[in-house]
């Protein structure tokens, strides 16, 4: 039998490998410079930790979690998303008596069922940061501002943040029932979804993608005129403090949220490079979650992006061209004398830290050399047992064709000078 990998998921090779860390390097440096600290939680949790953290009602619980009963029958779960373990993480260990403003980032794995499509798998990769401890509308902006600063620091142009306001537990009750009263009107005509959603979370109607219920909905009330005055002047004030940072946005009152405890600001970063799937990234403040999972009331504010839809925007610029890793130098071994000597000399060279590669197919020199073009090598010295016996090598320049014969003894002090 000829296995396969699982629908949704997909291996990531050695000749990617390293736009992963590109990516991933640039990330936590750019999260370092804003003081967010990285954080690891497991791959599963315990069930009930997103069903009451998310909400029953939304998708992910509903349709997408990798749900499991471990041997001992307690109900586990492949992590959809990443706030409500980081939220976990935070109660369990005191992260909050430990000073009072917690920063914290990750990048991660995540799981949930859903179709496979261009930039959306089953397991993907999500980075984002978490600002825990305060209610101040600059966290909102610093979290913004953070996002914004990520993509700059990729050089993708074609990207747009906007926000909105989804309000708090005081006014987006009378909301929903506004919302609802005037989807009533014509709630037959919504897609079979959204119909769904109209008692439930009828909020998420305004964020379908189907163009009957956009068109539905286009004169639909939007929450952003129908908060409460603390929420409004926080609102107010995140654009403020976005204007003050010169960080572009616009508004959106369709923006919402499919997760229940979210509350004021949210905010998406979308790109024009990804055509139908084109969100980069989303978050905003949460200030309910704490609470629902067993903790006291923590305003909390941050967000989560797909680092598959990064790469696939970055890939549109050609920005990975030529830079996967290869050897600085390639040990050519003429002879059995020279498989000896190369393996001994790439060890030394390794030891000082220049990457070095020799051949382990046995193969011909001239086989050797096309090999070493191939994996790009920098340099390639060519032994046997002419040149251990008169402790001379040549080393050949493979970018400019140049040959040189250095002393055995210099090897390492010539590589050192030539790959500063």
Known sequence: ???????????????????????????????????????????????????????????????????????????????????????????????????????????????????????????????????????????????????????????????????????????????????????????????????????????????????????????????????????????????????KLNVPYSIDGRIVRGLDYYTKTAYEIVSSDLGSQDALAGGGRYDLLVEQIGGKITPSVGFAAGIERLLMTLEKGNVFSGNDISPDVFIAAADDLGKIWAIETAMKLRNVGIPSEIDFLNRSLKAQMREADRQKARFVIVAGATEIEKQSFTIKNMQTGVQMDVPSSEILNHFQNETR
């Open 1 to 243: 039998m000829k296995f396969k990998s699982v629908k949704g998921t997909k291996d990531i090779l050695p000749e990617d490998i390293f736009k992963w860390h590109f990516v991933e390097q640039k990330i936590r440096s750019i999260m370092h410079t804003f003081n967010y600290r990285e954080i690891r939680t497991p791959v599963f949790e315990e069930t009930a930790l997103f069903s009451r953290g998310i909400g029953e009602l939304t998708d992910i619980v509903g349709k997408e979690m990798y749900t499991f009963p471990d041997r001992s029958g307690t109900s586990l779960t492949l992590k959809p998303e990443m706030t409500a373990a980081v939220m976990r993480a935070y109660l369990q260990n005191n992260l909050g008596e430990q000073q009072p403003l917690t920063k914290v980032y990750y990048i991660s794995p995540m799981f949930r069922q859903e179709r496979p499509q261009a930039g959306r798998l089953r397991q993907f990769h999500q980075f984002g940061a978490e600002s825990i401890g305060s209610s101040n509308p600059t966290s909102d902006a610093e979290i913004i501002s953070l996002s914004n600063q990520i993509y700059k620091s990729f050089e993708i142009r074609n990207f747009k943040t906007s926000i909105n306001s989804v309000g708090c537990e005081k006014c987006r009750p009378q909301y929903k029932e506004i919302l609802k009263n005037h989807l009533m009107g014509f709630a037959q005509k919504l897609s079979e979804e959204s119909q769904k959603r109209l008692e439930q979370n009828p909020l998420r109607i305004l964020d379908s993608k189907n163009e009957t219920d956009r068109e539905l909905t286009k004169n639909a009330p939007l929450v952003k005129d129908h908060l409460c005055e603390e929420c409004a002047n926080h609102f107010s004030e995140v654009q403020q403090i976005l204007n």
